[in-house]
């Protein structure tokens, strides 16, 4: 089993910038992919980022890439998410993920991942 547990949510100006924390405990040997999703009310939850176990790889979705920085330090644990020039539309509540499998690789659908945390609100004024 994998804990995960986010911060680093707030309110930020447009404009701004945002750093996001994902802490996971427990079975963090594994070393899974990771990812962040993010889900506003009424919309579908929405692929945000994901990185391999090692942190070689990185995915992004097209809302965010170019602005959005994901990255893992393994010997924390931990997972975090950059979020820079931050828009009105970047408000959501934002979720960490992992995947079951150890040494995997991200993917960008949310059903592969068999760990989530409980979510960080972000809200960006414009």
């Known amino acids: 089993q994998v804990q995960l547990v986010e911060s680093g949510g707030g309110l930020v100006q447009a404009g701004g910038s945002l750093r996001l924390s994902c802490a996971a405990s427990g079975r963090t040997d594994r070393v899974p992919a990771m990812a962040w999703f993010r889900q506003t009310t009424g919309k579908e939850r929405e692929f945000v980022a994901g990185?391999?176990?090692?942190?070689?790889?990185?995915y992004y979705g097209d809302a965010v890439k170019g602005r959005f920085i994901i990255s893992r330090d393994n010997a924390k644990s931990t997972m975090y998410l950059q979020g820079n020039i931050l828009t009105p539309e970047d408000t959501a509540i934002y979720y960490c993920?992992?995947?079951?499998?150890?040494?995997?690789?991200?993917?960008?659908?949310?059903?592969?991942?068999?760990?989530w945390g409980r979510g960080t609100q972000v809200t960006v004024s414009s």
């Open positions: 990185i391999n176990w090692s942190g070689a790889t990185t």
């Open positions: 993920a992992a995947r079951k499998e150890a040494y995997s690789s991200p993917s960008r659908n949310e059903g592969d991942y068999g760990y």
